[in-house]
């Protein structure tokens, strides 16, 4: 079966700590995105990138980091700078290029971090 | 950012027939999106709307016009398990934006 697999599926960070959620896809897709979604928000783009060994600042990178060593993987790190990390985490991945304006997103079944 | 503007909230009945808007900012359009979430899961998508006019797909149908900057999702013959929310994204000059989404709630 193709698709996107996000683990874990629940998270929880101490303070002070960097945690990583991993996101892996095998749909050959060029481009992955990381989202955060508070309740009654929208989802807001953490990063997302475009090819492998390349990637781009969302709307809310700061405190968060991604690598992208690999096609199929894009794990994002929850750092200790961010300090209101409690949110449903969403990785998806799209065929297209973001800035085509027709990149349908795929999207993992999420991971929920919460903090202790 | 573009601005994404969508109902929180919509109840409906079983059966009947619902529409959900989105207007959106006019500059840098380039597509229309709309996308379903349970509770806890993945969004899903339903529709894809570039060019002004109505795609129809099943129970569902997605409208767009340009010029005003507006959409919306219809939905007919309501099931309980239309119950989510449904989120409106919008493709402009960078990566896709999406809206607060619209939480739809069915019932008996």
């Known amino acids: 079966d193709g698709g996107i697999t996000q683990s874990p599926k629940y998270l929880f960070r101490k303070e002070g700590q960097n945690v990583t959620l991993s996101c892996e896809q095998n749909?050959?897709?060029?481009?992955m995105y990381w989202y955060r979604q508070d309740p009654g928000q929208g989802l807001r783009l953490i990063y997302y990138s475009q090819i492998v060994n390349d990637f781009q600042k969302g709307d809310i990178a700061e405190g968060y980091s991604v690598s992208r060593e690999k096609k199929e993987s894009f794990p994002l790190t929850v750092t200790s700078a961010q300090k209101n990390p409690t949110a449903f985490y969403l990785c998806?991945?799209?065929?297209?290029?973001?800035?085509?304006?027709?990149?349908?997103?795929?999207f993992g079944s999420g991971t929920q971090l919460s903090v202790l | 950012g573009q601005n994404i503007d969508q109902p929180t909230e919509m109840t409906a009945t079983e059966g009947a027939i619902v529409q959900i808007n989105c207007t959106y900012q006019?500059?840098?359009?380039?597509?229309l999106f709309w996308y379903q979430q349970h509770a806890g899961e993945a969004p899903t998508f339903l529709s894809y709307?570039?060019?002004?006019g109505l795609e129809e797909k099943g129970r569902f149908s997605s409208f767009l016009s340009r010029s005003k900057g507006y959409s919306y999702l219809l939905l007919k013959e309501l099931q309980m398990k239309d119950s989510a929310s449904y989120l409106c994204?919008?493709?402009?000059?960078?990566?896709?934006?999406f809206g607060k989404g619209t939480m739809l709630l069915v019932s008996p």
């Open positions: 709307n570039v060019l002004d």
């Open positions: 006019t500059s840098g359009f380039n597509g």
């Open positions: 994204a919008h493709s402009g000059y960078s990566t896709l934006t």
């Open positions: 998806a991945s799209s065929i297209e290029s973001p800035r085509t304006g027709s990149e349908k997103l795929f």
């Open positions: 749909l050959n897709h060029d481009a």
